[in-house]
């Protein structure tokens, strides 16, 4: 039988695993504003060895609880002409825009799916830019469940449709992320429901994992790098702990060096590991929106797991990502959405500091149909129509 619990990134403390508990109450009475939540908690896995094979013996929650619905076991790419260009021929996608609402968000969505009908839980409520809730909305469908969406009005307009369609309860809020946040907290706390806000809820983490126990599985073993767009610093702690779970029950030997890409106009992570602290946030401005943020929720935990394990921060402008999207695009037939393409750019920048028989795998985490504004800014349509050929 395996046993998993929750203990606290900060203070080391342990929980019983329950809807009750959502960070560690000892560190969030500490929280001050305009910093990253503090009490963040992992889960901790222990017991017998998991067999990789099956992704649901590293879960906190048992199979039967998960909805009827394909997340994960994406496709890996061995893409063939962007190697050659690039001169790297051990070079992966992990194609994560491959997931039912199109991006990786829904891992975390089908594990916090999973808990609430474990625990007789109906409705959900989430803070998005975008992904989060229409991802929510979607796995959320499938599972029966009733979700509460606060977006920022501005989000791009196809995530907003995308949560609608699905059925979602949307609350559009006059402000970015950081409001929809807090709003979303106040709602559930006044009107009930399991928050699903990423960082806040523990299972957000702890279902992104799962990408990279398939990489292991499909590359067969660990590979030496891993490039992810990070924001709020949830996908990265969530490759971490997938990697650290491999390592820990003996199944790999090492933890690959992470790459965490974050866009110039939204770099709080890279400040933090280079400076040691979140000092006052400054506003985000970047076209990637799925990682513009102000206050990187999971900022504690992602900068002690880059340290603990060696991992590198860089940041790539906006120029930069839109490049690296349309190389992807036009190498491979992989339409990635800005942030989807950062882990991209983020390895075209360094990639010369890299042995070119590497093996790397750059996380490709949402689809370019989600936002085709950001795109369409270095496409040229042409004028008028033709009349003949
Ligand atoms: C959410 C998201 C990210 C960033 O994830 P964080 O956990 O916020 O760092 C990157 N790419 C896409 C497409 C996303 O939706």
């Known amino acids: 039988m395996k046993k998993f ?10 929980y019983e695993i329950s809807p009750e508990i959502m960070l560690c109450p000892v560190c969030a009475a500490e929280q001050k504003p305009d910093e990253p939540l503090r009490g963040v908690l992992q889960v901790v896995a222990e017991g017998k060895t998991p067999d990789p094979r099956n992704i649901y013996e590293f879960l906190p929650v048992e199979k ?85 969406l606060f977006v920022p009005k501005t989000a791009p307009r196809a995530k907003l449709v995308q949560a609608l369609q699905y059925g979602a309860k949307l609350m559009p809020v006059d402000g970015n992320y950081d409001l929809a946040f807090d709003l979303s ?9 399991l928050n699903r806000n990423t960082a806040y809820n523990p299972m957000t983490i702890e279902g992104k994992k799962t990408v990279a126990i398939e990489i292991f599985n499909q ?28 390592q820990k029950f003996g199944l790999a030997k090492k933890i690959p060096t992470i790459y965490a890409v974050q866009s110039e106009g939204s770099c709080a992570v890279c400040r933090a590991l280079a ?53 992807l695009s036009e190498t491979t037939g992989l339409f990635a959405e800005p942030a989807g393409a950062t882990s991209l750019a983020g390895f075209i920048k360094v990639k010369d500091q890299i042995p070119a028989d590497a093996t790397v795998v750059l996380l490709i985490t949402g689809t370019g149909l989600k936002d085709i504004d950001s795109a369409t800014k270095i496409l040229e349509f042409p004028d008028g129509a033709i009349k003949s050929v």
């Open 185 to 193: 907290l106040q709602y559930s706390k006044k009107h009930g429901g």
């Open 219 to 246: 590359i067969g073993g660990i590979p030496d790098y891993v490039f992810v767009p990070v924001g709020d610093g949830v996908i990265l702690a969530g490759t971490y702990r997938g990697f650290e779970d491999l």
């Open 64 to 148: 039967e609880f998960f909805p009827d619905m394909p997340v994960g076991s994406t496709p890996l790419w061995r893409p063939k002409n962007l190697r050659k260009i690039l001169g790297f021929p051990n070079l992966f996608l992990k194609d994560d825009t491959a997931n039912p609402t199109g991006s990786l968000k829904d891992r975390a969505s089908f594990l916090v799916a999973a808990f609430a009908k474990k625990f007789g839980i109906k409705k959900i409520v989430v803070a998005s830019t975008g992904n989060a809730g229409s991802s929510m909305a979607g796995v959320g469908a499938c599972a029966g469940l009733e979700v509460i």
């Open 275 to 327: 400076t040691g602290n979140f000092d006052r946030p400054i506003p985000s401005k970047t076209i990637a929106d799925s990682i513009s943020v102000d206050i990187p929720r999971n900022g504690y935990y992602a900068v002690e797991l880059l340290r603990r394990h060696n991992g590198k921060c860089i940041t790539v402008s906006d120029e930069e990502i839109l490049r690296a999207q349309k190389i």
């Open 5 to 14: 619990f929750y203990r606290c990134t900060q203070c080391g403390q342990e």
